[in-house]
């Protein structure tokens, strides 16, 4: 009975005007994601090529991440080239700074995709699966068989969920291997890994607004109702609880600002320049001392950032699109906490390098920079899995509440 | 009759279940909003005062003119308006090292945010039935039937749909400007509310071109939920997709050089290749003097001591090397205008390679009405683009000012003492000017936002002329 029903779910969306509208959307907008997002990478890797540092030259530039094509995240603020000066380290900025445009909306990336278009999808599919068949009197027909309300109920879900991740997953497919296929990037097994993963997480999310699609259509009583429901509640999941989360932890943890922290070191360098005047010391000490007072400024600043971000993560969690979006770019590499982890390392790097650089400023022989992005498994111990996890919970209890909910609901 | 028509559409709607649920979504999260947002605004005026007092105080005691560029650095003050709009003030600071990750990975909740994404979906919703909806009940035909044209019954739709979803806004706004008003901190004035009342203008009209999309695809469609369905699609694609992918298409239909090799590469001429070329020219033009001197013979060789001692000893050498210092002088001069030009070509070229693209990234999202209001916001609040140019005048402005102050103090320094190393010696900088930030006048920002204003306006009165069209050529039966 169970994949009578399923059946049933996947032949009548094959033939709805719902789902010809949104998987043609779904589809132009995954495959347009990965078209732009792809050649944007080419662009920044040919870039790559120009700014790779000579040997001996006290640079750290990261090359871009293949997987910024799918997640871009702070892609833009980890492939900055940090250059040590004696006084500290200078970010340049690469392409993307100059073009304001850029900063008023976010990346179109496959993750904006899933995380925005794919939800709306979702719920489509989901807002009148019980109570459009109430509507048109077909529940009672079906229950009148002996056939049980969650087998119903799991059935739908199923060939619901089949009917979206089936186009869903062949169309990314489909792109990624084009994108695989020009010359570039390589794609080595752990990469594929992550990709995997990434897809995991969308799946996990699309399921949870199927689930909660699904809820609602078996508490309203008319699908209108539903439909409207779950187009606010989605705007406020996806779009205004985790943007005024960050804002609202934001009150909660004294940060210094960025100019604030730009400003102190301006200061301090400044002080130092006419004390080392006045007071005589050797121009190598001083810069050892500014630099450690340096370091002291920023380790305060990162700790209380610290704090802010895990503020701001167990608030905007609340939402899953907060979850999801924390969780895909962490695997991608492009994640907040990969992001704290480099700045510590071009840190420590700097601290590598300065003695060489203070010496003599003209021929350093500077190690190389190197960086080794987590795995997978650090990752997800690091809090990725929770987020996984924290997905998952939310479609089951969604799911629970669906089937609680069409427990009570009078099919008549 | 029209008066009849919009009032009972304004009465349905009130009491229908939508209604409720799209005044209740705005009325706590419209006042919720301004209320985090005014925290913040008030937070970053104390950071703002914090930090002014901070370069003051190092003003006070450790300013000299080596360092005191890098201290006096203008930067942009809060304004009052940042409790409603935050445009591009919320920048991640790439610039900086310890750039602040939190606002790319979310962007931030204001007011143009909340009407361009959350009000235009709540337009939709009220309007996604208003033919087809009818058409199922059969109302459609009785009201046909009575003496009503087409266009006053779809004008009355579309204006008491209008007026339905402008009624809960308005009060959720109401009650966000409580906020404001009741917050001694932020001293509105009237530029800020001349501005606000363009801004809610421009929504109007933003929202007038979704109430309008949403009646166009209803009297095209014969049921309500396909109708839903084609709005949500055309309403995805033109304000969750368009904008976003606008500054990607322009950066590869105009690619610019990258940022990272030219500012490396204007570096290098201005440094490395300056001093080669300082050494080369000088030496040139050292031994050119040498040959018409002879009394300069083995100058080059000889020590700071003997030269000091020389030009005591003999006038004709005084006068001699007098002209040999000045030519050292005058080929760095020439080495650092040559080098520096051809810097300035690689800057110009990038200069204006951005601002093509930039240019095109900004036409070709306005295709969409929500970067279209997006811009009409930020321009209006003083957030946006033409703020950051505005701030760069400002800038400049100071610069100048500054520079002019220091030539005047050092000259001061240099008549006091002759010997004074005029870089390193603490001053007392309470006469030097100040950065003064000040808004632009509000006349000048409505200019700027007309172009959105009017395109945003003839994509309303396109929507409006297609739905006319569509509804005479319906079936209503």
Known sequence: MFRTIVRKEIAANLLSYKFFIVILLASVLVATSLFVMGRDYRNRLADYQLIRPEPGRPIAVLPPNPLSVMAKGLEDAMTRSFEVEVIGIEARTGRSSANAVFAFFPAPDF???????????????????????????????????????????????TGNFLSLAVPFLLVTGVGVALFALVPGPRWTGPMLGRLALILGASLAYIALFLSLGLCVSALARRSSTALV???????????????????AARQAVDVPSVKAMSEKRQQIWTREVLLSISERGTWAARIAALNDEFDRLEEDYRLKFDRLVRLSKKINRV????????????????????????????????????????????????????????????????GGLFDLAWLVVFGVVFFGASYAAILRTDVR | ?????????????????????????????????????????????????????????????????????????????????????????????????????????????????????????????????????????????????????????????ILGSAAALFLPFLTAMAAGLVVILLNPR????????????????????????????????????????????????????????VPNLSPYAASLLRPTPSTIAVGREVNRLTDIERDELGRKLSAERRAAVVRDNPVLEGVERMGEGEVQEAIKRDPVFAKAHEIFRKESEAAWTE??????????????????????????????????????????????????????????????????????????????????????????????????????????ALAARFKAAVVPFLLLAGLALAVFAASVLAFNRADVR
């Open chain 1, 319 to 382: 939402s899953p699109a907060a979850a999801f979006v924390y969780a895909a770019t962490e695997i991608a590499g492009t994640g907040i906490g990969e992001e704290s982890r480099l700045k510590e390392e071009v840190i420590r790097y700097k601290n590598r390098a300065l003695p060489d650089l203070t010496r003599d400023r003209t021929s350093a022989a500077a190690p190389a920079f190197a960086y080794r992005c987590r795995t997978v498994g650090e990752v997800l111990a690091a």
């Open chain 1, 229 to 247: 429901i779950l187009l606010l509640v989605w705007a406020l999941l996806v779009f205004i609880l985790p943007n005024l989360g960050t804002l």
């Open chain 1, 111 to 157: 993750v904006y995709i899933v995380k925005v278009v794919l939800s709306l999808v979702a719920l489509l599919f989901g807002f009148d699966l019980v109570c459009r068949e109430r509507e048109a009197g077909t529940l009672k027909l079906i229950l009148s068989n002996p056939v049980s309300r969650a087998t119903l109920l799991a059935g739908k879900w």
């Open chain 2, 186 to 241: 932020l001293a509105w004035r009237g530029s800020d509310w001349g501005a606000l009342a363009g801004i809610l203008a421009g929504a109007f009209v933003y929202l007038g071109v979704f109430v309008g999309l949403g009646v166009l695809v209803s009297s095209r469609h014969a049921s309500s939920s396909a109708s839903i369905l084609t709005s949500l699609f055309v309403w995805v694609l033109v304000v969750l997709v």
């Open chain 2, 1 to 157: 009759m029209l008066g009849l028509i919009v009032l009972k559409e304004i009465r349905s709607h009130l009491l229908s279940f939508r209604f409720l649920a799209v005044f209740v979504l705005l009325l706590v999260f419209v006042p919720a909003t301004v209320v985090i947002l005014t925290n913040d605004a008030v937070r970053q005026q104390d950071d703002y005062s914090r930090r002014q007092a901070e370069i003051e105080s190092y003003l006070s005691r450790y300013a000299h003119f080596n360092r005191l560029g890098g201290v006096v650095q203008p930067s942009q003050p809060p304004i009052p308006f940042l409790a409603l709009v935050r445009g591009l003030t919320s920048e991640p600071n790439l610039n900086a090292f310890d750039s602040d990750p939190l606002p790319v990975m979310f962007p931030l909740v204001d007011l143009t945010f909340i009407v361009a994404v959350l009000l235009s979906l709540a337009a939709l919703i009220l309007s996604y039935d208003a033919v087809s909806g009818e058409r199922e009940d059969g109302t459609l035909r009785l009201v046909l039937t009575n003496g009503v044209r087409r266009g006053t019954v779809l004008f009355g739709k």
């Open chain 2, 335 to 440: 080495a650092n205008r040559i080098q520096g030009a051809k810097a300035e070509v690689l800057r110009g070229d990038l200069r204006r390679r951005e601002e093509a693209q930039t240019k095109l990234a900004l036409g070709l999202s306005m295709a969409s009405p929500f970067a279209s209001f997006t811009y009409l916001a930020a321009d209006l609040s003083n957030t946006g683009m033409r703020n950051t140019r505005h701030f760069g005048r400002l800038s400049a402005a100071f610069w100048t000012s500054y520079r002019e102050y220091a030539r005047k103090k050092t000259e001061e320094m240099r008549a006091a003492n002759p010997t004074v190393d005029v870089w390193n010696t603490a001053v007392d900088v309470r006469d030097m000017p100040r950065f003064v930030y000040t808004e632009e």
